[in-house]
């Protein structure tokens, strides 16, 4: 087990802003970031960050915590293995303590799945580098293709030798479960016998955004006619081809600061690109390129470039990418290459400088590019030309912002030397069509028609939730400032007479909101609620200073989301630059106390409602004597009207 000393100093090192930016393309937002949610299929950000209580919100699906349950909910981590993750970032050892045999059993399926496949990633490297098959044909073969030994470590490139169970045998040497190695698709069996998936072939992994190994490529060198060039992964739990792309590991965080990714076709493209110094490049690994896969790109940028080779396979892969690129709101554009050539061999030809002034100027717009590529063929052909206009315009259709839609159309128009009324006319109808089809496939997924009355009414407000809710919001807050309260006190004046006077006393925020509870005996009915306000009481009353970020990593996971909630709730609705429009707003934390007891009487007043309430379904017994209860429903209302002038309002 990771000690506690490695964990304190990994929650003080890492940064939430850093970690998830390696996921997330953040842009500032007053003194927050803001995102696109990794979490769901969002187009308006909702995904909030917060550096200085070190905790994150997703609007969108109600997600939140810190930077460990982040990686946890987003990588499928588990807790040991997030504070692994973050330790490597940021470069701190790791103090291990003994793992009972209980523990080391409780690792879970996909666990054990993770760990055969970073076995068979360094058994992969290990025979590449250290034995005579591995140096004469797999080193041989990745040095042909230019790469470096400093590129082939970087990327982990290796190599499976032509033995039938080689991985297989060292593996369960080693001690992992031949099921483990069969789920992962490294080991084929069949009845009595089991080979190795990738036997005879140079190995590329495929890793995750965090960098675990999801799968392999492997490209077979002997020529065989039976056997694929190419071979991946099948699907399995951990690997989804649909859902990952070859290098974002590497890519991502220049993706983000270049604010664009360059999309390539094969394992090799990706890393001779990265070799050349273009580094925010990434490959759909030889696949069809699919939605996931460009939702993955949208988290860094919304910028893609789709690179391809100059062969007409190459552009008609380029032209069926760019409708599905379009359709997840992304701006495309698009760059092929010399006739021959392929980004692979482009790069490696060519020095950083003259790559990038090529990309820069040959990299169009995808209007400019499906133009200047489709003229051509139809030049002659009025019903070509006709069908070519088509299908641009019902490209410009897969694009949702409808100020994008009319710049296309209108560039649409000049290049095509057509008027601007017919590609608008064309393009509502492409839409009417698009939206009746939608409408039509929705309705076979849905039950016929019922005619059903609507019982549901507006959904009623929980004031206990929401005044509980506020308690706990001033006490992750404010808990450990001293304020000044006033409260008004009942004494009796010269004339007999009880009235209110001010009474003005110092005190700390928790230690105001605990007397005043404890004085009414007040209980939190909501038990998420009831837990941190003991653990805050007890943090605060424990430490001179408070500190937000350590009590939430002192905390039981499970309530991570509901006080980062509370804490990104108070975020999300905080105005920001109104002093540039003269507009002087009063903070809300210069009135600390005046919230404490307003939060605190208003609680009150709602019990008392609640206790009448029930006093008077007891009362409806007209047969019983109800005297007693009488005097306490008078006296609870005189404790209304006492609490109605301290709170200076009507109740």
């Not at 483990?180 to 990738?198: A, C, H, M, P, S």
């Not at 410009?396 to 000049?414: F, G, N, T």
């Not at 039950?447 to 019982?455: H, L, R």
């Not at 424990?542 to 500190?547: L, N, P």
């Amino acid at each position: 087990m990771i000690a506690r000393s490695t964990i304190d100093q990994v929650f003080d090192t890492a940064r939430v802003e850093e970690v998830i930016g390696d996921f997330v393309q953040l842009k500032k937002a007053g003194s927050n970031f803001k995102g696109l949610s990794p979490f769901s299929e969002e187009r308006t950000p909702s995904f909030m960050v917060s550096p200085v209580k070190q905790i994150w919100k997703d609007f969108s699906t109600g997600k939140g915590g810190t930077a460990v349950s982040f990686l946890m909910e987003h990588e499928h981590f588990t807790y040991p293995e997030a504070i692994r993750y973050l330790a490597k970032k940021y470069n701190i050892e790791i103090e291990e303590t003994v793992q009972s045999d209980a523990q080391k059993e409780a690792a879970g399926e996909r666990e054990s799945m993770y760990l055969v496949s970073e076995f068979a990633n360094s058994y992969y490297q290990n025979t590449l580098h250290k034995t005579d098959s591995g140096k004469a044909i797999g080193l041989s073969y990745f040095k042909e293709r230019g790469f470096t030994e400093e590129t082939i470590k970087k990327f982990q490139l290796g190599f499976s030798t032509d033995a039938w169970t080689g991985l297989t045998d060292a593996a369960i040497k080693k001690g992992y479960q031949l099921k483990y190695l069969e789920q992962t698709g490294l080991t084929i069996v069949k009845e009595e016998k089991q080979f190795d998936r990738f036997k005879g072939r140079v190995m590329f992994p495929i890793h995750s955004m965090s960098g675990r190994i999801l799968g392999f490529g492997g490209r077979i060198l002997a020529k065989n006619e039976k056997a694929s060039k190419y071979l991946n992964s099948p699907e399995s739990d951990i690997y989804h081809k649909s859902k990952v792309l070859y290098g974002i590991y590497y890519a991502k965080q220049s993706i983000a600061k270049q604010d664009n990714c360059y999309l390539v076709e094969g394992y090799t493209d990706v890393i001779q690109f990265h070799q050349a110094g273009v580094k925010n490049v990434v490959s759909s690994s030889g696949t069809a390129l699919t939605a996931e896969q460009i939702r993955l790109i949208n988290r860094l940028t919304k910028n893609i470039t789709v690179l391809f080779d100059g062969d007409a396979a190459g552009i008609r892969a380029a032209l069926r990418g760019v409708d599905l690129i379009l359709e997840q709101g992304m701006n495309v554009r698009v760059c092929t290459f010399p006739e021959g050539e392929d980004p692979d061999s482009f790069a490696k030809k060519h020095r950083l400088e003259e790559l990038e002034d090529y990309l820069n100027e040959n990299a169009k717009d995808f209007i400019a590019y499906k133009a200047s590529l489709l003229m051509e063929e139809t030049a002659n052909d009025p019903i070509a030309k006709a069908d070519l206009i088509r299908d641009m315009v019902n490209s410009i259709s897969k694009i949702s912002d409808q100020i994008k839609q009319e710049l296309y159309v209108r560039e649409c128009a000049r290049i095509m030397d057509i008027s601007e009324a017919v590609l608008f006319s064309t393009l509502a109808q492409m839409l009417k069509k698009s939206k009746a089809e939608a409408y039509k496939n929705a309705q076979k997924e849905t039950k016929a028609f019922e005619v059903v009355k609507t019982t549901s009414a507006a959904k009623k407000v929980d004031i206990q939730y929401e005044l509980e809710q506020k308690i706990i919001e001033i006490l992750l807050l404010y808990g450990n400032r001293t304020e000044d309260f006033e409260d008004l006190i009942l004494k009796e004046n010269d004339s007999g007479d009880l009235v209110l006077e001010p009474v003005t006393q110092k005190a700390k925020v928790f230690e105001k909101i605990y007397l005043d509870l404890q004085e009414d005996e007040m209980k939190f009915s909501n038990e998420d609620f009831k837990t941190i306000y003991y653990l805050l009481t007890d943090h605060l009353s424990q430490a001179d200073t408070f500190s937000i970020e350590n009590f939430i990593h002192t905390m039981p996971p499970k309530l991570a989301p509901t006080v980062t909630s509370i804490l990104m709730n108070d975020e999300r609705y905080r105005l920001h630059n109104w002093q540039k429009n003269n507009i002087f707003p009063k903070p809300k934390d210069l009135s600390v106390s005046q919230l404490v007891s307003e939060t605190i009487l208003s609680l009150r007043c709602f019990l008392i409602d609640q206790k009448v309430s029930e006093f008077k379904g007891v009362t409806e017994n007209v047969l019983e004597d109800h005297s007693e209860i009488l005097e306490d429903v008078l006296n609870y209302s005189n404790l209304k009207m006492l609490l109605s002038r301290k709170l200076n309002r009507v109740l």
